[in-house]
């Protein structure tokens, strides 16, 4: 059993790949929890030993196929599965427990510029953490008046649903949606001191009046229960079911696609919280007579942070 | 009598662990191999205080603490770097560890067996000869792909070795 997340952060570390805030994070890890510490050197010591079989040659094995991409991705795929099946719940519990909690800083538990992963899945609320999931949506690069905020990639909203969506009438929201497993953070939560906060930058290509939309982030933190329990399928009974929730600011989608608008929430995590639910969404506010446009509207720059609440704002 | 030849195969036989305890405390292996140059230095220079009744690996690694110590005050805003808490929790940890260090060493072959050919082709790619780059750029990869078909495989690994040690009652694992 293992902590996919621990093991994540262990592996960049080994890696070289870690920024500085994941060392940081790594090194608070190992000093808020002992097992994470025997995890680290044994993880080192095997990454030792694979170098030194490998400079021997005694790595090769002749029946070793080539590898393509394209028989690399039944293997992640395969790979993924095996591991989803011991979802850390085992070790999100190692953390617990522990509570020293030294953070300093904020944390940035990850930035999303939609430069390499594909597309989110168009499939509504997700079902499992860690992949953005909702309406339909398509990575571009610039369009004819909105560069990307980042590097070369934005995401575009192109609908407000989703093949198989189960509702009445079209909806005039397009959102996409990441579910983050926060037991890893479990002995921080316990402590009520400290929060996340959610930032996304929204931008559109130029439309004319009556056309409005309204962008905002929210943020639901839930219980493991709530999440097995089938409750993300049915969403909109989520925020009765929520431990804490945040739409945040809103703001009316501006007419300049120079800029680009950012929108913030910040959520107080109450301690039974092990799971957030965060949503980026644009809203058309027109008069229900106006037919419903997306495809030229972009999200670009989110980014969560982990940190004391008095830090947070 | 401690001659010159006696440091040296001392220091032959063991800097490998001398290594591996260095690469636990400086992720850095170019950092962690310049230290590794300090500390052979500075142990050839300690050798007459060198006690030949005691064991030599935990002298010396003990000597390669303060070395990791005195460099990493000097490279203290540099990044990945540990803490001096984490630092001291490291060495502590790699102590506790070392008894059952060959014993993993051998449940690692048996486990190696266990692996797919593709996932040892992936161990050859990261770990292998040659420039990892370079092969993964010539077989169409991105090293985002090498890195994360590692983890996955040094997960498994480190599950197997451990199931391993159980097996053969290791009673602390």
Redesign the interface.
């Known amino acids: 059993m293992s902590d996919p997340r621990l093991n994540s952060l262990i592996s960049r570390v080994i890696d070289q790949t870690a920024t500085r805030e994941e060392t940081e994070l790594l090194d608070e890890l190992l000093n808020l929890n002992p097992e994470a510490l025997t995890r680290y050197v044994q993880a080192v010591e095997l990454h030792f030993n694979l170098e030194s079989l490998g400079s021997a040659g005694s790595l090769e094995s002749p029946q070793s196929p080539v590898l393509t991409p394209q028989n690399w991705k039944r293997w992640i795929s395969t790979t993924s599965m095996a591991a989803g099946i011991c979802v850390g719940l085992f070790a999100a519990s190692l953390l617990q427990g522990y509570v020293q909690p030294r953070l300093q800083k904020n944390w940035v538990l990850f930035t999303e510029n939609f430069e390499s992963d594909p597309a989110p899945i168009a499939s509504g609320v997700p079902q499992e953490p860690d992949h953005w999931s909702g309406d339909e949506t398509r990575r571009t690069g610039s369009g004819p008046r909105v560069s990307p905020l980042n590097g070369h990639s934005m995401l575009q909203l192109v609908s407000a649903d989703y093949q198989g969506k189960n509702a009445a009438a079209p909806s005039r929201t397009s959102s996409i949606w990441k579910l983050i497993d926060l037991r890893p953070y479990k002995s921080l939560c316990a402590t009520g001191n400290f929060g996340v906060q959610l930032s996304a930058h929204f931008n559109a290509e130029p439309f004319e009046a009556p056309l409005q939309y309204m962008a905002y982030v929210s943020i639901h933190a839930l219980d493991s229960e709530t999440v097995r329990n089938g409750t993300l399928q049915d969403w909109k009974k989520l925020d009765s079911k929520a431990l804490a929730l945040n739409r945040g600011n809103r703001a009316v989608l501006d007419r300049d696609p120079r800029t680009w608008q950012r929108l913030n929430a910040s959520l107080a995590l109450p301690s039974p919280t092990d799971f957030l639910l965060l949503e980026i969404a644009l809203k058309q506010t027109t008069p229900p007579d106006v037919p419903i446009q997306f495809g030229t509207q972009s999200i670009d720059g989110i980014r969560l942070i982990l940190g004391r609440n008095s830090r947070l704002d | 009598m401690k001659t010159t030849a006696d440091f040296v195969r001392l220091w032959t036989r063991h800097q ?1 662990e001398v ?2 305890y260095l ?2 405390l400086v ?3 170019h950092s962690a191999a310049e230290i590794l140059q300090q500390v052979s230095v500075g142990l050839w220079e300690k050798w007459a205080d060198y006690d030949p009744d005691r064991p030599f690996v935990p002298w010396a690694i003990r000597f390669a603490y303060f070395e990791v110590l005195k460099w990493r005050q000097k490279q203290a805003r540099e ?5 001096d ?2 630092l001291e ?2 060495h502590a ?2 102590e ?2 070392t008894p059952l ?1 060959e014993a ?2 051998a449940a ?1 072959e048996g486990c ?1 067996k266990k ?1 797919t ?13 040659g420039s990892l780059r370079s092969n993964a750029q010539e ?7 090498v ?6 495989i ?2 498994r ?3 197997c ?1 451990q199931l391993c040690l159980k097996k053969e009652g290791w009673s602390d694992v």
């Open positions: 490998t290594a591996r690469a636990t992720p850095n292996p990044r990945l770097i540990f803490s808490q984490t929790n490291l940890a790699f506790n560890e260090q993993r060493r690692l190696l692996l050919p593709q996932e040892h082709r992936w161990l050859e790619r990261r770990y292998g000869r077989e169409g990869f991105s090293m985002n792909q890195y994360y078909a590692m983890e996955q040094r997960s690994l480190l599950q070795i």
